[in-house]
Nanobody, 124 residues
Framework: QVQLVQSGGGLVQAGGSLRLSCAAS????????MGWFRQAPGKEREFVAY????????HYTDSVKGRFTISRDNAKNTVYLQMNSLKPEDTAVYYC?????????????????WGQGTQVTVSS
């Protein structure tokens, strides 16, 4: 089990940028596949991005490709989500998540540990 503490987020105008951080406890951070999800009001929590244990493989949902970048620093036990060219439809609570499973993890059920969530609001 790993504990995840998120920071970042806030209110930004359309076209602006934000960076989310997610710090993990424990010494085995590099053994976790990490993901970011988001949940807009009245909607299901949806996959945004994931990054492999080494950081060499990333994958994004189509709506954020070319605008968002997921990265990780295993020495700092932290995963990041850089969000550029933000749109009002990106408004949601964003969650980081960890999984001990390798591979192509886009399903919510494959992640076992979750951050507390952080609000991102994009005004038009």
């Amino acid at each position: 089990q790993v504990q995840l503490v998120q920071s970042g987020g806030g209110l930004v105008q359309a076209g602006g940028s934000l960076r989310l951080s997610c710090a993990a406890s424990g010494r085995t951070f590099s053994s976790y596949t990490m993901g970011w999800f988001r949940q807009a009001p009245g909607k299901e929590r949806e996959f945004v991005a994931y990054i492999s244990r080494s950081g060499g493989i990333t994958h994004y949902t189509d709506s954020v490709k070319g605008r968002f970048t997921i990265s990780r620093d295993n020495a700092k036990n932290t995963v990041y989500l850089q969000m550029n060219s933000l749109k009002p439809e990106d408004t949601a609570v964003y969650y980081c998540a960890a999984s001990t499973r390798p591979g192509f993890l886009t399903a919510r059920a494959t992640y076992t540990d979750w951050g507390q969530g952080t609000q991102v609001t994009v005004s038009s």
